[in-house]
RNA sequence: GGGGCAGUAGCUCAGUUUGGUUAGAGUGCCGGCCUGUCACGCCGGAGGUCGCGAGUUCGAGUCUCGUCUGCCCCGCCA
């Protein structure tokens, strides 16, 4: 209780009726009937409203009428219970209003560029520069309630499981390895930078050195990389690792952590077994890391239904190690030819030749593309092996690598989206486990860690694919998966400074190369390293399942844009040239403002 | 780096297909009326660099090219 208010705007019910009561907040709409004039105020709980009686006083309603919307109010006066025919059962405060008999203007403002209503809801782009006066609606405020409630449940949990929480360094050193860093120039030091952590990773393996064998942070990641639907420059991660572990109680802390993630802000049951499913498998069955598991339509290898049938085409791939990936279509046998046409497109685009639809045509055979060359038998086979109806629609895909089933992937869910295939209400979460430890990249032709290079492989699978095929080696690394969204990644780390040599070799990683870049975990990993492992959750990605929110920039007080803009504050800016020259830096100006050049 | 969609009144949008007189609607804003509204209602008014720049044309919101901004996707993101 203060001189400003007594309650909040969401807290007055009908036990409330005749105390006198001061509220303050802000005017949300106002409905001035000529006599009356009744104003609903809103703050962070809840609206009420107030009701200017002439009867009462002629000089308080010629106050309130100057009154508009967004400005700052005090008011005080008399809880009522309405009449009954007056009630508003949609507004928890909806059985009372306040009489008000004094009123107070605290600040007045300028004609909003945007309302702060849920059912208004303008452009990104203009919410995004009026940031403080979106973050007023109701929604935005109960994302944020909800994003509060969640930290405050992880800490908790974690803190109770006897995780200490350790701060790490955000001004740390460049690894070039994986995503592009954020750079900072050095003052004391020209020409010396400090880099912005992607992780904190290299510090986490270290403090389980050191001997906490429970660690946890909420911290700031950043990545110079581009940005998506659910990618941003900085996101937060809750980062956990632990000592003297395996795969087994990371999962189960990460587990707890979810158990009660769901019952506080989905307020859901937690599923007791949290499925798995290896890499493999996620691969052939839905053609990504993280598949949705909402809904079938899975994919299904038909290589061996319609290879060695004499169509050269489908032999070739065949022999060049690809193959056929088909997808049922439920209930869209009867599609227009452009309709496959436009998803064909979306194949395209995304690296594959083409789409083969296959369908029950009138006379009762089976069209496709390739029913000239493949016995019609064959084609029934593919058929129920996508488990087809009649009604169904087959969709099959060519290709020598294993691209196709990435790109059937992309096509399950981009028509489980157009066609809902999803119950939107459903939750599912499934880890993902038996990662290889590399994928050989074509481009630079070698080898590269498939999670990071401090993931321990299986030592066996090293032993023995290491000269013959190391792409056979499976880590021990694992993903939480929640509605086709990495929510979690992790891994039971290396030990000891001979096998992390061993990895950084396979990936093309010199000895010297790694002590000079990872001279203090190499270092550190010599004196008595634990084994270790751990986990990290991408909390904005939580929030927004949570939230049931389809971008982290909701859940999120001040994201950047799509191009990593801040439009709010105006960010990234230019400085003075003053301050480039303290630290040692020239400004490079882009060809054509030089004047210089042509 | 590539592709797609969008940009018209403070805001949300229509108009762009097929170039043609003065660019519309709702809402917000300003003024008037209204004593039980709750997206109050009714009447009136003000409000436009059709993102920006070139070009085509007798004439461009509309066509062409370039460019900026926002969103979505591919690549990228260990």
């Known amino acids: 209780m203060t001189v400003y208010r007594t309650h909040t705007c969401g807290e007055l019910r009908q036990s409330h009726a005749d105390e006198r009561v001061v509220l303050s907040g802000w005017a949300a709409r106002i409905r001035d009937l000529g006599g009356l004039i009744f104003l609903t105020v809103r703050d962070r709980y809840g609206r009420t409203q107030v009701v200017f009686d002439p009867d009462r006083s002629e000089e308080l309603v010629l106050e309130a009428k100057r009154v508009r919307q967004e400005w700052v109010v005090r008011i005080e006066g008399m809880v009522r219970t309405r009449p009954e025919q007056d009630r508003n059962a949609d507004m928890p405060t909806g059985d009372i209003e306040v009489v008000a008999d004094r009123l107070e203007v605290l600040a007045s403002c300028e004609t909003p560029p945007l309302l702060p209503e849920d059912d208004f809801v303008p452009s990104e782009e203009h919410r995004l520069r009026h940031r403080f006066l979106d973050l007023r609606r109701a929604r935005m405020q109960k994302i944020l309630v909800t994003r509060h409630n969640l930290l405050q449940t992880v ?60 660690y946890f ?57 949290v499925p798995r499913m290896t890499y493999r498998d996620a691969m052939q069955r839905y053609g990504t890391d993280k598949p949705d598991t909402r809904y079938g339509q899975e994919l299904v290898d038909l290589t061996d239904h319609l290879a060695g049938h004499g169509f050269g085409v489908v032999d070739g791939i065949s022999k060049a190690g690809g193959g056929a990936v088909g997808l049922c279509v439920q209930g869209q046998a009867a599609v227009s030819r452009s309709w496959i ?27 496709n593309p390739l029913g000239k060359f493949i016995p019609a038998e064959q084609l029934q086979k593919a058929a129920d092996a996508l488990q087809m109806g009649e009604d169904d629609l087959g969709l099959i895909a060519l290709d020598k690598g294993m691209r196709r089933f990435e790109v059937m992937g992309m096509l399950r869910s981009a028509l ?3 066609l809902g295939w999803i119950d939107e209400s459903r939750h599912e979460l499934l880890w993902v486990t038996d990662f290889p430890l590399v994928e050989w990249n074509e481009e630079e032709e070698r080898y590269d860690a498939l999670h990071h290079p401090f993931t321990a492989p299986r030592y066996e699978e090293w032993e ?26 992790g891994s039971i780390r290396i030990h000891d400074r001979t096998w992390q040599e061993k990895v950084f070799g396979l990936i093309g990683l010199s000895p010297e190369e790694a002590s000079k870049r990872f001279s203090f975990l190499m270092e550190a990993l010599q004196y008595g390293a634990p084994p270790h492992g751990g986990i990290a959750f991408g909390f904005d990605r939580m929030v927004m399942l949570a939230t049931g929110e389809t971008s982290i920039r909701n859940v999120i007080a001040f994201p950047k844009t799509t191009a990593g803009m801040a439009l709010f504050e105006g960010a990234p800016g230019v400085v003075d040239e003053d301050q480039l020259h303290e630290l040692h830096l020239q400004e490079i100006k882009p060809k054509g403002e030089t004047g210089e050049n042509d």
């Open 464 to 489: 023995r694919w290491r000269e013959t095929d190391p792409s056979r080696i499976m880590s021990r690394a694992y993903d939480l998966v929640w509605n086709g969204h990495e929510v979690a990644g």
């Open 416 to 418: 489980a989206q157009e």
């Open 217 to 273: 942070q909420v911290v700031r990641c950043f990545r110079d990389e581009d940005f998506r639907a659910n990618r941003q420059p900085e996101f937060t991660q809750i980062d956990i690792e632990a000592a003297f572990v395996d795969e087994e109680q990371i999962r189960e802390t990460a587990e707890t952590l979810m158990k009660a993630v769901f019952e506080q802000a989905l307020e859901i049951p937690f599923p007791t077994a």
């Open 155 to 214: 800490r908790r949990v974690l803190s109770k499981q006897g995780f200490l929480e350790i701060e790490t360094p955000y001004l740390t050193r460049s690894t070039p390895e994986g995503a592009r860093d954020f750079i900072v120039p050095s003052r004391l030091h020209p020409g010396q930078w400090y880099a912005l952590p992607q992780s904190p990773q290299t510090y986490k393996q270290i403090l389980m050195v050191s001997g906490f064998d429970r």
């Open 341 to 367: 046409k436009k998803w064909e497109e979306f194949v395209k685009q995304r690296g594959l030749g083409g789409l083969m639809p296959l369908r029950v045509q009138e006379d009762g055979s089976w069209a």
